[in-house]
């Protein structure tokens, strides 16, 4: 089986390595991320063969839906280091999207600079976050306008955004969303997306 994009061998045991930040592998996540506002602890690469076994599967099923190979993309989550370890032992969890706000199922970004804003608000103890570096069977997509979005009043008084498609419409297997400088895409099976590494970024 294929090894996923960038990772120098293929998943065969479940864990998780750190990068030499001389070796080639680093340089070349390091190179996705370069950023000056950024501090990198550690670049750790997962292999989950469980999860990319299940990848595979879904890749091969998509194929056949369409036809042909199904397009795939690297994507980005920002998350907690405790929430990171989870996901490097069981995937994503579809049903973790906070409030729905953009649909019910994986959210991930495809710049990575959109997620920098929220880097204060995943922090731990010791001034931690987890960047999760992902690769992502997209299939066949569509946008969710702005102006198919609701405004949800929380309890609490405030205020977010709720598509008006839950899930991709029939026919798509995937969507994003635009807003503002920021593209948010809505994965409704976590077996379509792959996380190849954990980035400890350190917060200001």
């Not at 199922?105 to 710049?111: A, D, E, H, S, T």
């Not at 960047?131 to 969710?144: D, M, P, R, T």
């Not at 792959?194 to 917060?203: A, G, T």
Request: contains cysteine.
């Amino acid at each position: 089986m294929e090894k996923p994009k960038y990772h120098s061998v293929t998943p065969v045991i479940n864990q998780t390595t750190q990068l030499d930040p001389s070796s080639r592998e680093y340089k070349k996540i390091y190179k996705l991320l370069k950023n000056e506002t950024i501090q990198i602890e550690s670049i750790n690469r997962i292999a989950n063969p469980v999860l990319w076994s299940k990848y595979k599967n879904q890749q091969k099923a998509l194929g056949q839906k369409i036809g042909k190979k199904p397009s795939e993309k690297i994507f980005y989550h920002l998350t907690k280091c405790s929430s990171a370890k989870l996901i490097q032992i069981k995937g994503f969890n579809v049903n973790f999207s906070r409030m729905r706000a953009f649909g019910k199922g994986v959210n991930l970004c495809q710049k990575f600079n959109d997620l920098l804003k929220y880097n204060g608000m995943f922090k731990d103890t010791k001034g931690r976050s987890a960047l999760i570096i992902s690769q992502v069977l997209i299939g066949k997509s569509h946008s969710n306008k702005s102006d198919d979005q609701k405004i949800i009043k929380n309890i609490d008084g405030s205020f977010y955004t709720k598509p008006q498609y839950m899930l991709p419409q029939k026919g798509f297997d995937s969507m994003y969303s635009k807003a503002p400088h920021k593209e948010i895409w809505i994965i409704p099976s976590s077996q379509r997306v792959y996380p190849s590494y954990i980035v400890v970024l350190k917060c200001e």
